[in-house]
């Protein structure tokens, strides 16, 4: 997925709402392939969660994008949500669900990075 180019987007920000694209978009898609399993009433807990996590990973874009001055501990939040996120996945077998919370694992790392939490 290309990410725009813009100059007003501090460049520090670029990797981590690279990052938050690819997990939110990882965990709509797991949603989608979820709703489809057998075992469907058993993901209710993740399935809740994966849309808390997509939707914060897209509001983490939004508040880097416009250099909000509380990007950092918005994403701070982001990377604690995409870790538990990553665990609710992690229970469940299917590719989906696994390529799902390394996504999550991902962009939480580039969340605490970008926040100042783990050194660059």
Do not use: W, Y
């Not at 920000?13 to 990052?19: K, S, V």
């Not at 939040?77 to 991902?106: G, M, P, S, T």
């Amino acid at each position: 997925m290309p990410v725009l180019t813009n100059t007003k987007t501090p460049t520090e920000f670029a990797n981590c709402i690279e990052a938050c694209i690819r997990c939110a978009q990882a965990c709509e898609e797991c949603f989608n392939a979820c709703l489809n399993e057998t075992d469907v009433q058993a993901r209710t807990s993740m399935l809740k969660m994966l849309n808390d996590c997509a939707d914060i990973c897209f509001q983490a874009v939004s508040m880097m994008a416009r250099n909000s001055t509380f990007a950092k501990q918005h994403c701070e939040l982001c990377a604690a949500i995409c870790e538990a996120c990553a665990v609710d996945c992690e229970k469940f077998k299917d590719a989906h669900c696994q390529e799902c919370a390394r996504f999550c694992r991902e962009c939480a790392e580039a969340c605490r990075k970008m926040a100042g939490l783990v050194a660059v």
